[in-house]
Nanobody, 119 residues
Framework: QVQVVESGGGLVQPGGSLRLSCAASGNIFSVRAMGWYRQAPGKQRELVAVMNSGSSTRYADSVKGRCTISRDNAKNTMYLQMNNLKPEDTAVYYC?????????????WGQGTQVTVSS
């Protein structure tokens, strides 16, 4: 059993910053990749940023230069530092962990954390 838990969301004013955290726990042999996705009301879930086991990163164009993804491999924890937040960043942010466990390779999602950017 693998659990993925996000934290760090909240209400922030435009131009502000937030740091999201995501922890994957359970009987994990290794983490292949971890990523952040978001879903705004009435829209499809979209990629925000992803980092693989080799520390290669990919960002959505809409957040490049404003967001930085990082990982603590020893803790299977990932972070998303978001700066200069805009109202259009308002969404539920989901963490995805692509991991290897005893029975194979699987992808797990967290429950999501709300980020609201508003004055």
């Amino acid at each position: 059993q693998v659990q993925v838990v996000e934290s760090g969301g909240g209400l922030v004013q435009p131009g502000g910053s937030l740091r999201l955290s995501c922890a994957a726990s359970g009987n994990i042999f290794s983490v292949r990749a971890m990523g952040w996705y978001r879903q705004a009301p009435g829209k499809q879930r979209e990629l925000v940023a992803v980092m693989n086991s080799g520390s290669s990163t990919r960002y959505a164009d809409s957040v490049k230069g404003r967001c930085t993804i990082s990982r603590d491999n020893a803790k299977n924890t990932m972070y998303l530092q978001m700066n200069n937040l805009k109202p259009e960043d308002t969404a539920v942010y989901y963490c995805n962990a692509h991991v290897i466990i005893i029975s194979g390779e699987y992808s797990y999602w967290g429950q999501g954390t709300q980020v609201t950017v508003s004055s």
